[in-house]
């Protein structure tokens, strides 16, 4: 395969799917475009097969299917992405049985790193330090909480295949591991098709320090320098830097030579990321390594000016890695922003929906917006909640995060929750802008990151108020308005001006509209204070979003109208999403304890366990396992004990 002279064809499953997961396939002679990775799949791509229904299980996960189309196109090589099938051995070594190149490392190396039992004794062979853990073929119940018990809690369970955060518990106590095992297991046999774990010992507010590294079929292995991928929720990570902030070059060098030695010791080939934990000394213990080109690779690309696309190409094509190390340089700084469908003040449950409105900052060389989505488009239930990416570059890291709260306050979306809001509050916090960040950094400031949502202001509804009568062109002297249960009283006067009573207080309005890039503004002075915010109203919301983040202000509807409440059906439990009964652990007639597990469901690659509210009795259990469950149905109904329905009347 010539690396520079190809074409690309798109596999495409029954719904559409994030670009950035797909497997493509790569034949001659055409011109392959490397900066062409870009949304619009099947306009941008020379050709494009179905390869089933949009549950990955039955397309993107079906090797047979893939290989068929690869034969069908007389495609040379395969790129697998960086999901599904990208650290598959399996997949790696038909690829080869059937004469076609896996664009990444060979299936040796990723059966080695993609049993993390087995690369921890190589790692600790090649010299690079590890965690106090087991990591034994002995699965049994007892076994692994004896070795949980020798270790000493907290311990952190994880599955002994795959990454993403998947098949992984903190255990605290031996109370919870029974529990906390049997979950980690039933996620990574859905994930990974095997549920062995491994136990280690869990180092508490580490931070997640990770090095790009590379390899070719000559011998050769670099490091591309060292991300900080330190703030998650759900051990996924949702914003990424590199340079990693607060690292000297000393540990920087180390921490890149330790990465090299665990390639060298697989016998690495193409893109690889070794994952490190470090404590607050700097000292740095191998965690795992992922055998694939990462989600966050793009902050490495703008630091060093690479594309690491193009080497993956250029090194399965079997050429030596285009740079030595002394060639690689790290110029300024860059962060990665993961834009989800998500509800942070609701434990950052995913959520599908329609993409009702979506408008993003400005492409620019030191800005990236890497998404698979468009306005108009659903976001699935079959794949994880994952928007866009949003990366950045400055000179800098203090300019970098400037520039991400900039362009943060660009990307406007309607139609689902996001957690747009929240990045904002993240990047902005004192102590994530002097880079004091570690893994629990978001439970540590969960107060000023995840405020509840208050009433808007009282500035806020005169704000929404003129925006509603500009674009409405209500001119009339003098009306009253209701938004967020609040009556705002407009009195029109004859200076362009408003009055607007709200309660007991008086505000003095003035403002207009205007449109920039299809897009509609609202200048505006309340009591002489001016602000500036993107104006969209639809149906009976109206929506601001301004410098400060964004604000939704309904117009009241009917109660008949209004959704289902919290409560559910006889105080029981609601689907907090739609997706699917993993697990039922009661039936009608079972007596049950408040935050007794009542169910499991899967959805969005997420598994979240439904509790008990209350203390109570099931009268009736809605659904089966392997049913679907829609967002906000009731699960079961649920009689409350005698004394609690006194208490309540």
């Given at each position: 395969?010539?690396a520079a002279?190809?074409?690309?064809v798109l596999?495409?499953a029954?719904?559409?799917n994030r670009?950035?997961?797909?497997?493509?396939?790569?034949l001659?002679?055409?011109t392959w475009?490397?900066r062409?990775?870009?949304?619009?799949?099947?306009?941008?791509?020379?050709e494009a097969y179905?390869i089933?229904?949009?549950?990955s299980?039955?397309s993107y996960?079906?090797?047979?299917?893939?290989?068929?189309?690869?034969?069908t196109?007389?495609?040379?090589a395969?790129?697998p992405?960086?999901?599904?099938?990208?650290?598959?051995?399996?997949?790696?070594?038909?690829c080869?049985?059937?004469?076609i190149?896996?664009?990444?490392p060979p299936?040796?190396?990723?059966?080695d790193m993609?049993?993390k039992s087995?690369?921890?004794s190589?790692?600790?062979?090649?010299?690079?330090?590890?965690?106090e853990?087991?990591h034994?073929?002995?699965?049994s119940?007892?076994c692994l909480k004896e070795?949980?018990?020798?270790i000493?809690?907290p311990v952190?369970?994880?599955a002994?295949?795959?990454g993403?955060?998947?098949?992984?518990?903190?255990v605290r106590?031996?109370q919870?591991f029974?529990?906390?095992?049997?979950s980690?297991?039933?996620?990574?046999?859905k994930s990974?098709?095997?549920d062995a774990?491994?136990i280690?010992?869990?180092v508490?507010?580490?931070?997640?320090?990770?090095?790009q590294?590379?390899?070719?079929?000559h011998?050769?292995?670099?490091?591309l320098?060292?991300?900080?991928?330190s703030?998650?929720?759900?051990?996924?990570?949702?914003?990424?830097?590199?340079?990693?902030?607060g690292i000297?070059?000393?540990?920087?060098?180390k921490?890149?030579e330790?990465?090299?030695r665990?390639?060298?010791?697989?016998?690495?080939v193409?893109?690889?990321?070794?994952e490190f934990?470090?404590?607050?000394?700097?000292n740095?213990?191998f965690?795992?390594m992922?055998t694939?080109?990462?989600?966050e690779h793009?902050v490495?690309?703008?630091?060093?000016?690479t594309?690491?696309v193009?080497?993956?190409?250029?090194i399965?094509?079997?050429?030596?890695?285009?740079l030595?190390?002394?060639?690689?340089?790290?110029?300024?700084h860059?962060?990665?922003?993961?834009?989800?469908a998500?509800?942070?003040?609701?434990n950052f449950?995913?959520?599908?929906g329609?993409?009702v409105?979506?408008s993003t900052p400005?492409?620019d060389?030191s800005?990236?917006?890497e998404t698979?989505v468009?306005?108009?488009?659903?976001?699935?239930?079959h794949?994880d909640?994952m928007?866009?990416k949003?990366?950045?570059?400055?000179?800098?890291?203090?300019?970098?995060?400037t520039?991400?709260?900039y362009?943060?306050?660009?990307y406007n979306?309607?139609g689902?929750h996001?957690?747009?809001?929240?990045?904002?509050?993240?990047?902005?916090?004192?102590?994530f802008e002097?880079?004091n960040?570690?893994?629990?950094?978001?439970?540590?400031?969960?107060k000023?990151?995840?405020l509840s949502?208050?009433?808007?202001?009282?500035e806020?509804?005169?704000?929404?108020a003129l925006g509603?009568i500009?674009?409405e062109?209500a001119?009339?002297?003098a009306f009253?308005?209701?938004?967020?249960?609040?009556?705002?009283?407009?009195?029109?006067n004859?200076?362009?001006?408003?009055?607007?009573?709200i309660?007991d207080k008086?505000?003095?309005?003035?403002g207009?509209?205007?449109?920039?890039?299809?897009?509609?503004?609202?200048?505006?002075?309340?009591?002489g204070v001016?602000?500036?915010?993107?104006l969209i109203?639809?149906?009976n919301?109206?929506?601001?979003?301004s410098k400060?983040?964004?604000?939704?202000i309904d117009i009241?509807?009917?109660?008949y109208?209004s959704s289902?409440?919290?409560?559910g059906?006889q105080g029981?439990?609601?689907?907090?999403m739609?997706g699917?009964?993993e697990?039922?652990?009661v039936?009608?007639g079972?007596?049950?304890?408040a935050?007794?597990s009542?169910?499991v469901m899967?959805?969005m690659?997420m598994?979240?366990?439904?509790?008990?509210?209350?203390d109570?009795?099931?009268k009736?259990?809605?659904?089966?396992?392997?049913?679907?469950?829609?967002?906000?149905?009731?699960l079961?109904e649920f009689?409350?004990?005698?004394s609690?329905?006194?208490e309540?009347?």
């Open positions: 395969m010539a002279s190809a074409v690309s596999l495409v029954a719904e559409r670009w950035h997961r797909l497997p493509s396939l790569l001659p002679p055409r475009v490397w062409q990775r870009t949304m619009k799949y099947t306009t941008t791509t020379d179905s089933g229904p949009a549950p299980q039955q996960l079906s090797m047979e299917k893939i290989i068929q189309v690869a034969k196109s007389a495609a040379q395969i790129h992405g960086y999901g599904f099938l990208s650290e598959n051995m399996e997949f790696a070594e038909l080869k049985q059937e004469g190149i896996f664009i990444g299936p040796s190396a990723i059966r993609g049993i087995t690369s921890k190589i790692m600790a062979a090649a010299g690079v330090p590890v965690v853990g087991y034994g073929e002995d699965q119940d007892q070795h949980a018990g020798r000493g809690y952190m369970i994880k002994v295949r795959g993403g955060g998947k098949g992984m518990r903190i106590s031996e919870e029974q529990e906390q095992l049997e980690a297991r039933r996620e990574a046999k990974f098709n095997d774990v491994l280690e010992k869990f508490d507010t580490p931070r997640h320090v990770e090095v590294v590379f390899g070719d079929h011998g050769n292995a670099v490091y320098f060292e991300r900080d991928c703030v998650q929720r759900r051990h996924q990570k949702i914003i990424e830097e590199a340079p990693a902030p000297k070059p000393e540990v920087r060098k921490l890149g330790a990465a090299v665990a390639a060298k010791a697989v016998n690495y193409g893109a690889g990321t070794v934990i470090m404590d607050s000394k700097h740095f213990y965690m795992e992922n694939r080109l990462q989600v793009p490495t690309e703008m630091i060093t000016g594309d690491l193009e080497w993956q190409l250029r399965a094509a079997g050429e030596k890695i285009p030595s190390q002394e060639e690689i340089t790290l110029q300024g860059a962060f990665e922003a993961r834009i989800y998500e509800d942070p003040s609701n449950m995913p959520g599908a329609p993409l409105h979506l400005r492409a060389p800005t990236r917006i698979g468009r306005q108009g488009d659903e976001v699935s239930v794949y909640p928007i866009a949003l990366v950045v570059w400055a000179a800098d890291r203090q300019a970098a995060l520039k991400l709260r362009s943060l306050r660009q979306i309607i689902l996001t957690n747009i809001d929240f990045l904002l509050n993240l990047s902005g916090h004192p102590e002097a880079g960040v570690h893994t629990d950094f978001i439970p540590q400031h969960h000023e990151l995840l949502r208050k009433a808007a202001a009282k806020s509804l005169c704000q929404a509603l500009l674009k062109k001119m009339t002297d009253t308005l209701q938004a967020h249960d609040v009556a705002i009283a407009v009195t029109y004859h200076d362009g001006s408003y009055s607007m009573q309660e008086t505000f003095q309005v003035l207009d509209l205007y449109s920039e890039e299809d897009c509609t503004y609202l200048k505006c002075s309340v009591n001016a602000s500036k915010a993107k109203i639809l149906e919301t109206i929506y601001l979003f400060e983040g964004s604000i939704e009241p509807v009917p109660k109208l289902v409440s919290s409560e059906t029981g439990p609601l689907a907090p739609t699917t009964i697990k039922v652990f039936k009608a079972d007596k049950v304890k935050g007794d009542l169910m899967i959805a690659k598994e979240h366990t439904i509790k008990a509210p209350k109570g009795t099931i009736k259990v809605f659904y089966r396992e392997g049913a679907q469950a829609n967002r906000h149905t009731p079961v009689e409350e004990e005698e609690d329905k006194r309540s009347e």
